[in-house]
C-alpha cells in the first residue's frame, strides 16, 4: 500500500452538485490525458452513487471530452448475465456507454461466465493486456456504508492481494449478489488519479474515520500514486441531511 499525500476533498451540498463537480474533473483528466497521450483508460464504480455522475457525462458533458477515445473499465462486477438488473456493467452500459455511443472494442466488460474466479482470472488477462504497467488513468470508486469500496470487504482476505490485480470475492450474506470480481490495491494505488464519491448521510461514519486519518476501512485504505479525491456531499461529511 503506497503512503502519499492524504486526500483532496471535494464537498459540495448535494448529490447533484458533487457529481457535477466529478464531472468536471473527470472530463479534464480525460481530455487532457487523450491530448499528451492519444488514449486514456478509466474504471468505473457500481452502485447507485455514480449513476447521476454517469447522466451527467452522457448529457450535459457529453462534448466535454473525447470520451470515445478512452477505454472503458469496472472497478468490481457483480456475477451475474450482462442483463441483470445488479450488473454494474448493465448500468454503466445504459447511463453512459450507449448514450456516448462508445465503440464496443473500447468496453471491457468483467464477464463472470464460469463463475467468479474463471472471471477475475479472465480480467487480469485483459487488464495485463490493455494496460501493460496496471496504471489506470482514472478510477471511480464508491464507499459501501460498511467502509468497502470496488468488492473489497472488511475482512476480506483479498485486501492482502499484492500480486494479483484482479480477484474473485464472496460478500456477506446482506449482499443481492455475493459472488464478485473485484480489482485489488496493486492496481487502485497505481492509478494516476482515483475519485471516490460518497454521498448520504449514511456513509458519513465511515467517511468520519476517514476524514479522522483512520485507515481501518477498505475505501480509507485506498492510497494511489496519483491524485486521490474524495467527493462528499453535506450529508456524508456532516451525518446531517438537508431536512435536519
Ligand atoms: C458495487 C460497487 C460498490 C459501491 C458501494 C456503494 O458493485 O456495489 O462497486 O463498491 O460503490 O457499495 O454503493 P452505493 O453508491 O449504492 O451506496
Known sequence: MAESVAPELVVAPDLDQLSRAAAERAAAIVSRTVADRGHCTLALSGGTTPRTLYALLAGEYRLAAPWRQAEWFWGDERCVPPDHAESNYRAARDALLVPLRIPSGMVHR????????????????????????G?????????GA???????????GALDERERWAVAVTGGPELAVRERVTLT????????AVFLLAAGAGKHPV??????GDRTDPAARVRPDGALVWFLDEAARTGRTAAA
Not at 468483467?110 to 504497467?133: H, M, N, Q
Not at 460498511?146 to 476480506?156: I, N, Y
Not at 467517511?207 to 479522522?212: G, N, T, Y
Open 135 to 143: 496504471r489506470f488513468d482514472l478510477v471511480l470508486l464508491g464507499v
Open 207 to 212: 467517511v468520519a474515520r476517514m476524514l479522522a
Open 185 to 192: 490495491y496493486p492496481v487502485l494505488d497505481r492509478a494516476r
Open 146 to 156: 460498511d467502509g468497502h469500496t470496488a468488492s473489497l470487504f472488511p475482512g476480506s
Open 110 to 133: 468483467i464477464d463472470c461466465s464460469g463463475g467468479a474466479p474463471a472471471g477475475a482470472t479472465r480480467y487480469e488477462a485483459v487488464l495485463r493486456d490493455r494496460l501493460p504497467a
